[in-house]
């Protein structure tokens, strides 16, 4: 129940992984085009069509870490310039900020974004406020560690319309619902898809808006006329490859079921944790909240101490220990059930009481 941090790949997926690897173990350089070809032919275009996009535009990485670094990195943009970021952005949101300050003397301007989130146009009003004639960029996540949707279709019309780059995390969105690129209007997009799209476990990727592609250097060629964005050198085909059939497996669901079934069953968990005293629900509305992911605060129950205490009894949920919260997180995906809500909450409700809260 901790799918937001890493999704269980399908058999199907698994099976696509060692059977590449036993090919590449039997007929190395065989194996290592057929995986090549595979990955360009296949899974390239599968994702650009998952994802509304070309697959000219898309990189793989191996999470959404790699990918955020490599555009923050690749941004054109020099010292004494301005990028606005979130207080609710994840530590691989931040970091790359952090390196090109220290670094180069880019401005990182924070805004804070209260927990649950405001309306979207108060949070459009606080870009708005922090907006200075050096801002050329801002980065955001889609979705918070918290669960939180951010308004991305307004927010990057916003950063557009004033000649402003737009940069997106979408770790935690990408196979919880729909995210179609081209209708998000972003410049950049970094997804990890071991998530919530259920591939191999160190896969992502990075993409670019081709009408953007003049605003981002690569930080591995020098070669203006050869943009690669990915990073040189043997990579993991297998696991790259399996990507395919994580897709193929999410399409035969259906990404619509994939979200109603996530969303009724944190509806569930809501309405369940509702009724009971001491329990804090700071998951927003439906229209500002993703379909999986649930936070709340269990009065005298440290969030910490609950995860270790949950996973002795093999139920694996996470902590919230930010934003001011001593909350707790249960990200259920479309293949958990209403009978391991109920015990994770039993078993939450039975250790209130039994520490106390940092």
């Given at each position: ?202 896969t992502g990727f990075m993409y670019i808006n081709q009408a953007s592609a003049d605003q981002f250097r690569s ?140």
């Amino acid at each position: 129940m901790n799918n937001a941090s890493i999704g269980m790949p399908p058999a199907v997926v698994v099976q696509a992984v060692a059977d590449g690897y036993r090919a590449q173990s039997e007929d190395p350089i065989h194996a290592k085009h057929q995986l090549q070809a595979s990955i360009r032919d296949q899974v390239l275009p599968r994702l650009g069509q998952f994802f509304g996009t070309l697959p000219s535009e898309l990189t793989l990485t191996r999470n959404a870490s790699m990918a955020l670094h490599i555009q923050a990195v690749g941004l054109d943009i020099r010292r004494g310039d301005e990028v606005i970021i979130t207080s609710q952005e994840h530590p691989a949101g931040r970091a790359p900020w952090s390196y090109r300050s220290l670094r180069e003397g880019i401005s990182i301007k924070e805004i804070h974004i209260p927990s649950p989130l405001p309306p979207g146009e108060d949070i459009l009003a606080r870009f708005e406020a922090a907006r200075t004639p050096k801002t050329r960029a801002i980065s955001f996540c889609q979705v918070t560690r918290g669960g939180h949707l951010y308004p991305v279709k307004e927010l990057c019309t916003w950063a557009r319309e004033r000649g402003i780059i737009s940069l997106v995390d979408g770790a935690q969105a990408v196979g919880q619902f729909s995210v179609d690129l081209k209708n998000l209007g972003c410049d950049a997009y970094a997804a990890s898809l071991h998530k919530w799209t259920l591939a191999p476990c160190g896969t992502g990727f990075m993409y670019i808006n081709q009408a953007s592609a003049d605003q981002f250097r690569s930080i591995f060629s020098a070669d203006p006329d050869t943009i690669v964005y990915g990073a040189p050198g043997t990579a993991d085909l297998p696991v790259r490859a399996g990507i395919g059939s994580a897709l193929a497996f999410v399409e035969s669901i259906g990404l619509d079921r994939v979200e109603a079934r996530c969303r009724h069953l944190s509806d569930y968990l809501k309405d369940r944790l509702s009724n009971e005293d001491g329990v804090t629900l700071l998951s927003g509305t439906r229209h500002q909240s993703a379909p999986g992911s649930t936070i709340f605060e269990v009065a005298s129950v440290d969030a910490l101490v609950a995860v270790d205490r949950l996973a002795q009894s093999n139920l694996h949920i996470d902590e919230h220990q930010r934003d001011g919260h001593n909350a707790i997180r249960i990200s259920t995906h479309f293949y958990n059930t209403k009978t391991e809500i109920d015990n994770a909450v039993d078993h939450l409700l039975s250790i209130r009481g039994t520490m106390h809260s940092t």
